[in-house]
């Protein structure tokens, strides 16, 4: 990966968590590139994939698309704007704690600003607390509810604080 992809990922995640700092905002859900464009178009600021939305587009039910596919969908998002994204990551394709470090790093390196780590186990929810300390290996923030992770950049004021 070349200095211009890294410059342009790390202003996406500022834009990013500059947008979390200072309050709500929409985050629609395209799942393909001309959904994508549109969006950006009618002046979204950001944007986050769809599994679902993805899966279905192909056929298939949600959660039946595999980490290796999902990561070229994000690559190919990410490509066809210069929009923050934050990924739709289902579970993080992962039951280890290490097994999921690798997989947010592999997501990161897609030019994802953000992504989501839902807090299911197979058809049921599972307790916050389950979800936490897996997403906690990464290095990445963790919420109370849902696992959100955004990637450190280099910044002169010290670095950002947990979510609340």
């Not at 395209?30 to 769809?50: H, I, K, Q, Y």
């Not at 696992?147 to 010290?158: C, L």
Request: proline share 7%; glycine share 8%; with cysteine.
């Amino acid at each position: 990966m070349n200095q211009d992809h890294h410059a342009r990922f790390a202003a996406r995640r500022l834009a990013f968590q500059a947008m979390h700092d200072s309050g709500f905002f929409a985050l629609p859900n395209p799942w393909d590139n001309g959904g994508v464009r549109c969006l950006e178009r009618l002046g979204f600021r950001a944007l986050a994939s769809t599994n679902a939305g993805y899966a279905w587009s192909l056929g298939v039910n949600d959660r039946e698309v595999g980490l290796e596919r999902m990561l070229d969908h994000l690559r190919h998002l990410c490509e066809a704007t210069d929009l923050p994204i934050n990924a739709d990551f289902e579970s993080g394709y992962a039951d280890e704690p290490d097994e999921l470090a690798a997989n947010v790093a592999r997501a990161a390196a897609t030019g994802v600003a953000g992504l989501s780590i839902e807090d299911l186990a197979g058809d049921h929810l599972t307790s916050s607390s389950s979800v936490a300390p897996r997403g906690s290996s990464s290095g990445a923030t963790t919420s109370t509810t849902r696992w959100r992770a955004w990637w450190p950049t280099p910044k002169p004021a010290p670095t950002a604080s947990p979510l609340p």
